[in-house]
């Protein structure tokens, strides 16, 4: 993925709320895992992610690219995968950054609009999306899960790559949520059947090279299911989920750090 690293031409004409928001929001990208995902800036904080997109990334591999095409270097991550939120820490202050709203439910029917970079786009300017609040839900990763993470439901033109980015509401800059996941369908049995095609190398061999440079084997089975799967990536969702602000301020206070409010 060609990820810019540097640009002009931010919009004019902008409100000076509209263009902090801007300019907190970030891509980031994994080229290991090749995730790829948008993150946000608290104002005088780390950067704010779902832990989906830096999952498996190695600290010194994963790239944030600010809606100027500046890069980021980064010195710690903090994750989360119950709430599904990871906290990316720069080498360097940034300055900005969004406000967090309080923990008062907003109302179902609002309109909701987020910033980010849904594939196959990669920037440098974020991509306005704008949605409604459809409503609550208590997430589980597991049925046995005794302490459920707040979600919003939210309907609205989503695509991958707009996880982790920050969820608002009407005209307001301060974050109600950041968005975690797209319904897609892909019911439990087409999941194992790709699974299993994955572990399957019948048919005519290929021969691979990854983002790094190593060499692989794979059958044509496997790489058919690679390209459904890219397919399904680029698949645009109508509903989706937003881990609820108040699970990020939970987050940020089990870690000693100043909630921006």
């Known amino acids: 993925m060609d990820v810019p690293i540097a640009t002009r031409g931010l919009p004019e004409g902008i409100s000076d709320a509209a263009w902090?928001?801007?300019?907190?929001v970030y891509l980031l990208y994994c080229p290991g895992t090749r995730n790829k995902g948008t993150g946000f800036a608290l104002r005088g904080g780390p950067l704010v992610t779902a832990e989906h997109v830096v999952r498996g990334c190695p600290l010194e591999k994963l790239m944030a690219v600010s809606s100027e095409g500046t890069a980021v270097s980064l010195k710690r991550l903090v994750v989360d995968a119950r709430r599904d939120l990871?906290?990316?820490f720069p080498v360097n202050a940034i300055t900005g950054g969004l406000l967090l709203a309080?923990?008062?439910?907003?109302?179902?029917?609002?309109?909701i609009f987020t910033l980010g970079y849904p594939s196959p786009y990669h920037g440098p300017v974020p991509v306005i999306t704008v949605g409604r609040l459809s409503g609550f839900r208590d997430h589980r990763i597991s049925e046995t899960e005794v302490d459920p993470a707040k979600h919003l439901v939210v309907n609205g033109a989503f695509k991958a790559g707009n996880s982790g980015g920050p969820l608002f509401v009407g005209q307001d800059n301060r974050v109600i949520g950041v968005l975690v996941s797209r319904h897609v369908s892909r019911g439990r049995l087409r999941r194992s059947a790709h699974e299993l095609l994955m572990a399957d190398?019948?048919?005519a061999p290929f021969t691979t090279t990854d983002v790094e440079g190593n060499s692989g084997t794979c059958g044509a089975s496997q790489k058919g299911i690679e390209a459904r799967l890219c397919f399904r990536e680029l698949a645009q969702a109508i509903i989706a989920e937003a881990v609820a602000v108040s699970e990020l301020r939970a987050l940020l206070q089990e870690n000693n750090l100043v909630v921006p409010e």
């Open 201 to 203: 190398q019948a048919g």
């Open 86 to 88: 990871a906290l990316a």
């Open 102 to 111: 309080g923990d008062v439910a907003p109302r179902v029917g609002v309109t």
């Open 20 to 24: 902090v928001a801007i300019r907190s």
